[in-house]
């Protein structure tokens, strides 16, 4: 949003690319910005990435206000500090004005007496703001402020965040924090191998079930704790660990954004790159919203759109904490699928049937095997027991050499990408041997190989030393959390083979519309009907034949020269909701109609003292399907586009989809897919299809007046637009706007 970014971009530079198609580089968290990276509406088309190695591996750290005085809680934190320094090789220098060592470490007694200068400093002080410029003096590159009191508080706590993040950017240090904690100086296993998990969350201890996956054989090799994101947000680091070669998934534990449009753009890195990115996003209700800003004063967003915007760029949205650890956990790990056939292998008949039923309600695809590869697997397998998917073993074959056979036969379908193997319970030595079966079967393929654990326990050996010692076998304790976690990792490497950035189609000048909608904009009002269907006319969005008139006779002229029958509307800026007061007839057919019609419609317009521009004479256009498509503007990500079944149904039935510009044809089509009432426009009872591809232009064409009108056009309604038969187009009957 134009202003909400550190305040590099304002309504001044919008004005400059809007006036001549160009403007000066802008400086976007510390890094410029050329006018050929800037949209349309003056936003960054690419992510900014902070350099934050020396962050995360400096070479000195400054410890202020560092303590070894036992029983104060400083002294607690320094100490986790020096062994967090030895860990990295990185030279501790403590900072107190009182004390000349701190655990036996020379001290000095401010930040202006370091003798050169310092990679990171870690503030453990109550007030952070008045050693923020002591820090610039000294160049310091990235500073961690513990201390708490500021936006999750309230409104003071706020103003005082914000003078602290202006601080910080005059000084042009880094800030973690402040409302932050030592999460990111943890201790990492390194004895680990394969590509890891980073971890990003907002509340330090939600993330401990995503770095104790360690425990479990899980690499982890980051952890940034971003606290009230002051400065550094959530969308640096995402943007920084997806560059990072050793990062499989990224891990992220949201509980509001400081700015949509920064994690769009860190979003489309990762996807770029490849990098799954799962996230739970606190704010689906209004108390989980109200909490959240609570506690980080955050904007949590309105989840819808924060759901959409998410799956625009492929940011995986899980509920649970138990979800975010075993859905980038299996992401991080697996290799790319080479099928998306998913075939469920068990010792129990009652077991598959129970998981296939919640894995194709889940949306999986479950294949049939073929003949061939049934028969084959019969040979180990008695002949009464189904194996065409899912397949029963009967139980004793999985305790001799034909355990290993059945697994190795399935896995050698080119059907099948996926292998999952749920163990409801411990059954030695049945169990044991399956389970180091699959696990052997794991090593020798490129085939992702998972299995549910069901025991309470969790103590057995076959789970503690065969399944979780191996890096192959994806191991989960529930069969809901296995079955979302397959289905996120396939649908990801659909959704990154066949991506292509928004950003990259973004429109970077104006278009010729531009300047014929600014002329219809009334800043602060309501437009008529007859005014915003100009403004859609402007952007080459199809309205009926109409003409604005004000006396009877005008309109008896204008119906001959619209062509009967005709419509009748009164037309406007406060009029929204014309049907209601009986303000439009329809079906007109003669010049006496419509003579009557004019009167009876002013007659209604004084006893509801309406103020009027005119009645429109309209066109009447054949049946088709009513849709609406729609412009709102959100706190967190800007305009938003929406399209959904018109007419009344938008208010009974809400069956819309919503999308975040910029984005494609490909997408204005998936936001149709989401609508439950679609079959509508494939035609139903005898009816039609409907010109799908108009619906799509106009969606198209909505979607860049949102981009250029941003900061000028609150919202817009255009509904019904009435959607013909294919090949007719799409008209839209009624349109409302309302400007900034």
């Known amino acids: 949003m134009l202003g909400s970014t550190h305040g590099t971009f304002t309504t001044d530079l919008r004005a400059r690319v809007v006036a001549c ?11 410029t910005v050329a006018p050929g990276d800037l949209d349309v509406s003056g936003r960054p088309l690419h992510a900014p990435v902070p350099d934050l190695d020396r962050f995360f591996r400096p070479e000195s750290v400054a410890v202020i206000g560092a303590s070894d005085a036992e029983g104060r809680p400083n002294t607690g934190i320094t100490r986790q500090l020096i062994a967090w320094a030895e860990r990295v090789g990185a030279r501790l220098v403590p900072v107190h004005p009182t004390r000349t060592a701190v655990f036996g470490i020379d001290c000095v007694p401010s930040v202006g007496a370091l003798a050169e200068p310092v990679d990171l400093a870690v503030l453990l002080v109550a007030d952070p703001l008045p050693v923020i410029e002591e820090l610039a003096g000294a160049k310091v590159r990235f500073a961690v402020a513990f201390a708490s009191g500021f936006a999750e508080t309230g409104e003071a706590g706020a103003a005082a965040q914000e003078r602290l993040a202006a601080a910080v950017r005059r000084s042009g240090v880094r800030l973690l924090g402040p409302n932050t904690n030592l999460n990111a100086f943890e201790r990492f296993r390194d004895d680990l191998e394969g590509p890891a998990v980073a971890l990003i969350t907002q509340s330090g201890h939600q993330g401990r079930p995503v770095f104790t996956l360690q425990e479990l054989g899980v690499r982890l090799s980051h952890w940034a704790p971003t606290g009230n994101e002051a400065d550094l947000e959530t969308a640096d680091f995402l943007a920084y660990f997806a560059g990072r070669p050793e990062v499989g998934a990224i891990a992220c534990y949201v509980e509001g954004l400081k700015d949509g449009r920064s994690f769009l753009l860190a979003a489309d890195r990762a996807a770029r790159q490849g990098v799954p990115v799962v996230a739970v996003k606190v704010g689906r209700t209004e108390t989980g919203a109200r909490t959240a800003a609570s506690h980080t004063g ?18 995986i949205r899980v509920d649970g904490l138990d979800q975010l650890q075993d859905t980038s956990a299996l992401l991080a790990r697996a290799r790319r699928p080479l099928a998306d056939g998913v075939v469920v292998y068990s010792i129990s008949g009652g077991t598959g049937a129970h998981f296939a039923d919640l894995a194709t309600a889940a949306g999986l695809e479950l294949p049939t095997l073929d003949q061939a590869k049934q028969d084959e697997l019969h040979q180990w397998i008695p002949e009464y027991l189904n194996v065409a998917n899912p397949v029963d073993n ?19 379908d080119p059907s099948v990408g996926v292998l999952v193997c749920p163990i409801t319970g411990p059954f030695p030595p049945m169990s044991d041997k399956l389970a180091q079966d699959l696990v052997d079967a794991a090593e020798a393929t490129d085939k992702l190989v998972c299995v549910v654990w069901g025991s309470p326990v969790g103590t057995e050996a076959a789970y503690r030393e065969t399944l979780l010692g191996s890096s192959r076998v994806a191991t989960f304790r529930t069969f809901a959390n296995c079955i979302g976690a397959v289905k996120a990792y396939l649908d990801h490497h659909r959704f990154t083979a066949a991506y292509r950035s928004p950003f990259d189609e973004a429109p970077r000048t104006p278009s010729p519309s531009l300047r014929k909608a600014q002329a219809l904009l009334r800043p602060g009002r309501r437009l008529s009907e007859h005014a915003a269907k100009q403004l859609l006319r402007a952007y080459g969005i199809r309205v009926p034949r109409e003409q604005l008139v004000t006396s009877a006779a005008a309109a008896v002229r204008a119906a001959g020269l619209v062509g009967y029958p005709v419509v009748m509307k009164a037309s406007g800026a406060q009029l929204a909701h014309k049907t209601e007061l009986g303000l439009v007839k329809v079906g007109l057919t003669s010049a006496s109609q419509v003579r009557d019609t004019y009167r009876e419609l002013t007659d209604i317009a004084r006893y509801e003292s309406v103020d009027l521009d005119g009645i429109l004479v309209c ?16 706190e967190l990500f800007g305009p938003t586009v929406t399209v959904g079944l018109g007419g009344v149904l938008v208010e009974v039935l809400d069956d819309t989809a919503v999308r975040v510009p910029p984005f494609g044809e490909r997408e204005a089509r998936s936001m149709l897919g989401e609508l439950r009432g679609r079959a509508l426009l494939d035609g139903v009872r005898g009816a039609p299809p409907a010109d799908v591809d108009a619906l799509v232009e106009v969606v198209l064409r909505v979607q860049r007046m949102a981009l250029e009108l941003d900061g000028d056009l609150a919202e817009l309604d255009v509904n019904p637009l009435m959607v013909l038969p294919r090949g007719q187009g799409a008209v839209a009957l009624d349109a409302l706007a309302v400007c900034r």
């Not at 198609?21 to 890094?31: F, Q």
């Not at 309105?302 to 799956?311: H, L, N, S, T, W």
């Not at 001799?400 to 050698?412: E, Y």
């Open 21 to 31: 198609g160009e403007a000066p580089p802008a400086v976007v968290h510390g890094v």
């Open 298 to 315: 955050k904007l949590t967003g309105a989840d819808r759109v924060v759901d959409a915007a998410m799956r625009q760029y492929g940011v």
């Open 394 to 412: 009967g139980g004793h074959p999985v305790g001799d050499w034909r355990g290993r056979k059945i697994i190795d036969a399935i896995l050698a």
């Open 619 to 634: 066109q009447m256009v054949g049946r088709g399907v009513e849709m609406v498509v729609g412009v709102t503007h959100d």
